[in-house]
């Protein structure tokens, strides 16, 4: 089986990339290492340094994907922020991106398309646990970007017959997370300022929760979504842990000092209801953040 990892030297793509070659596929990345870095590719994937935005790099993209069986888009420029301030920027990669990979795909005759999404596009809801089934609403032009996409993969199954699915990822987090710029995770930031001797800042009040979800478990996500048989039209599929953590926790489980600034517009709570993932891919969550913090911490050199 031959699989295409786009963002790949990525945070979420390498550990999916790392399980695929566990799993025996051949493995291809694609990633321009804007968010990512080389180093976190896996050694035994082909790695093909190319922007999908451009459409002079069709020909590297299409021979990357030549006889590829599934592709997993993950490039993206994550973060709700940052949208908010750059949306054209992230429209441009977020988007349009999306539809030229998904058309490359189409006409190279892959099989399925699996598409990364997020929790952003419920927005701040208020049905907890958040199933597929609640209102989409998203508040930023990141989840907005994130919805287009998973539109699209609908249509290009109905339309084209490729087979589809998008999973929309609650916060993840793992080895391999990066602790500083645009794309950092609370757990990220925090480290990161622990090392420079720096309170840990939180947002406001820090009682706003999320639902954490381990990067193994959704790359083990990933690779169900792409064998399953009952999936392929499109579906919106969530993937979290069904707990969550309030950024007050977190930083009373790494410890240290701490300042509040000024919040961000933001969900005030995300909690997962993954019953459609046990139903649809027989997936649930396996890792918890207060497993995996004492082992990255002392990782990290601060415990």
């Not at 750059?86 to 988007?95: A, G, I, Q, W």
């Amino acid at each position: 089986m031959k699989a295409v990892v786009t963002g790949g030297a990525g945070f979420i793509g390498s550990n999916l990339t790392e399980a695929l070659l566990d799993e025996g596929y051949e493995v291809s990345v694609i990633d321009n290492l804007e968010a990512g870095k080389s180093a976190n590719v896996p050694l035994g994937a082909r790695f093909y340094q190319t922007d999908l935005r451009f459409e002079e790099n069709d020909d590297t993209i299409s021979s990357a994907l030549k006889g590829a069986d599934h592709v997993f888009h993950l490039a993206a420029l994550p973060r709700v922020q940052p949208s908010i301030e750059k949306p054209l920027r992230y429209h441009d990669s977020n988007v349009n991106a999306t539809l030229r990979i998904l058309n490359l795909s189409k006409n190279a005759g892959v099989k399925r398309f699996i598409f990364s999404s997020t929790s952003a596009v419920y927005g701040d809801t208020n049905q907890f646990p958040t199933s597929e089934s609640a209102s989409i609403d998203p508040l930023s032009p990141y989840g907005l970007h994130k919805l287009i996409g998973e539109q699209y993969c609908k249509l290009f199954s109905a339309i084209y017959d490729i087979e589809t699915v998008s999973l929309r990822y609650f916060n993840v987090f793992g080895d391999r997370m990066p602790l500083e710029g645009a794309y950092a995770l609370v757990m990220g930031v925090f480290a990161q300022q622990m090392l420079k001797g720096e309170p840990m800042t939180i947002r406001g009040d820090g009682e706003q929760r999320r639902d954490f979800v381990h990067a193994k478990d959704v790359a083990r996500a990933n690779i169900l979504a792409a064998t399953s048989k009952k999936v392929g039209k499109g579906e919106c599929i969530n993937i979290g842990s069904g707990q969550n953590n309030s950024v007050n926790e977190i930083a009373s489980l790494m410890g240290g000092e701490t300042l509040n600034i000024k919040p961000v517009i933001e969900p005030r709570i995300t909690l997962c209801d993954s019953f459609l993932a046990k139903e649809l891919l027989k997936w649930e969550s396996k890792y918890t953040v207060e497993d995996f913090l004492p082992w990255w911490m002392k990782e990290l050199g601060l415990a």
